[in-house]
Structure formats: structure tokens, C-alpha cells
């Protein structure tokens, strides 16, 4: 079965930083795209970046762009997120997503396999 563990999100104050980690379990790491997803309370889930195992797929939301960084370790099988800069306005749930095959998509639905979500919650 395809698995992913999100882990790293936390409790900070407006600028800080924190890591994201998605572990990935269940299928091949040679064709597959990572998302990370956001989901506030009363919002809808939104897109917020993403990474292909090719590097030829990726993106950010306007949003997080210059603040957030994507990668990952093959090795690992895990993505990361790294979130500088935080903004109240970055407090949400935080969902790691997969798909097959190496293509990122903004969309919730173009992703089968989702992680458990991590809560991430800055104060001003």
C-alpha cells in the first residue's frame, strides 16, 4: 500500500522557520509527483508547491514563493518543505500528497494518495 507520513509541522512566531518532511512508502520513487497542500479552517484545501522525481515538474503558490523551498532525498524516499519568513496567514493544516507519474498538479483531485497532515500555526 502507498503511504505517506507528514511530519514537522509545529508552533511559531511570525518570521520564524519550519520543515515539512513527507516520507514516502508504497511505490516507485522514479515516477511520482509530491504536493503539498494547505488547508486553513473554513477554507478550502489549496495548493502550495510542488516537486516531480524527474525535477522537470514543479511549483509554487504566489503566495509562498521566495519564502518556501521543495525537495527531496531519494534516498530518504521523503520531500521536504522548508518555510521560512512564516505568516499568521501560513497557520493550516498541512497535507503531503502523491500522484503518479512525474507531473505536478494545483488541482486536489489529481492526487490518489495523501498523508495525514500536519498542523502548522504561527502567531503575530
Known amino acids: 500500500d502507498v503511504q505517506l507520513q507528514a511530519s514537522g509541522g509545529g508552533s511559531v512566531q511570525a518570521g520564524g522557520s519550519l520543515r515539512l518532511s513527507c516520507t514516502v512508502s508504497g511505490f516507485s520513487f522514479d515516477d511520482y509527483a509530491i504536493g503539498w497542500f494547505r488547508q486553513a479552517p473554513g477554507k478550502e484545501r489549496e495548493a502550495v508547491s510542488c516537486v516531480s522525481s524527474d525535477g522537470f515538474s514543479s511549483y509554487y503558490a504566489d503566495s509562498v514563493k521566495g519564502r518556501n523551498t521543495i525537495s527531496s532525498d531519494t534516498a530518504k524516499n521523503t520531500v521536504y518543505l522548508q518555510m521560512n519568513s512564516l505568516k499568521p496567514e501560513d497557520t493550516a493544516v498541512y497535507y503531503c500528497?502523491?500522484?503518479?507519474?512525474?507531473?505536478?498538479?494545483?488541482?486536489?483531485?489529481?492526487?490518489?494518495?495523501w498523508g495525514q497532515g500536519a498542523q502548522v500555526t504561527v502567531s503575530s
Open positions: 500528497a502523491g500522484r503518479l507519474p512525474a507531473r505536478c498538479w494545483r488541482s486536489v483531485e489529481m492526487y490518489a494518495y
